[in-house]
């Protein structure tokens, strides 16, 4: 067999080896609901929760309240693609920024009371640029309001 061949094994073995022999040093978390690892995260709060059951797995500073960032956008996108999907909203309909959409701060592309965009621009720019002024217009457009 030739050495190239093997290669890929041998690497894919050393790694293996090499993770499974890292430290995994552990303590009981704030309550002693979740472990926190040997090391602290450079972020004032993180929480890993298991989806599928809501288990919290890790938690650091979990109180500290934290305004909503990307993973927000991402879920409106979540929702703007579902309704697409299903039929409610098409890319080519026309959202109108209301007073609180324009209001955001933060990443924005400065979008003005009563200026109007497709629904394509907003999400091309709530994806690209992390616009919080249109994440806002789309989800007022599909739910009433950002909350």
């Given at each position: 067999m030739c050495i190239h061949n093997l290669r890929i094994p041998i690497l894919a073995l050393i790694l293996t080896l090499l993770l499974t022999a890292l430290p995994l040093s552990v303590t009981a978390a704030e309550g002693g609901s979740a472990p926190v690892p040997a090391f602290t995260p450079n972020c004032k709060s993180a929480v890993l929760m298991e989806a599928s059951t809501g288990r919290i797995l890790y938690a650091h500073n979990p109180a500290e309240a934290m305004p909503p960032a990307s993973v927000t956008k991402i879920m409106t996108l979540l929702?703007?693609?579902?309704?697409?999907?299903?039929?409610?909203?098409?890319?080519?309909?026309?959202?109108?920024?209301?007073?609180?959409a324009a209001s955001m701060g933060g990443s924005q592309i400065w979008l003005e009371v009563g200026e109007t965009m497709t629904a394509d621009e907003l999400v091309k720019a709530a994806a690209v640029v992390s616009a919080n002024d249109c994440a806002v217009a789309l989800a007022e457009h599909l739910c009433g309001s950002e909350e």
């Amino acid at each position: 067999m030739c050495i190239h061949n093997l290669r890929i094994p041998i690497l894919a073995l050393i790694l293996t080896l090499l993770l499974t022999a890292l430290p995994l040093s552990v303590t009981a978390a704030e309550g002693g609901s979740a472990p926190v690892p040997a090391f602290t995260p450079n972020c004032k709060s993180a929480v890993l929760m298991e989806a599928s059951t809501g288990r919290i797995l890790y938690a650091h500073n979990p109180a500290e309240a934290m305004p909503p960032a990307s993973v927000t956008k991402i879920m409106t996108l979540l929702l703007v693609a579902e309704a697409v999907d299903g039929g409610v909203l098409r890319l080519n309909d026309t959202l109108t920024c209301s007073p609180r959409a324009a209001s955001m701060g933060g990443s924005q592309i400065w979008l003005e009371v009563g200026e109007t965009m497709t629904a394509d621009e907003l999400v091309k720019a709530a994806a690209v640029v992390s616009a919080n002024d249109c994440a806002v217009a789309l989800a007022e457009h599909l739910c009433g309001s950002e909350e």
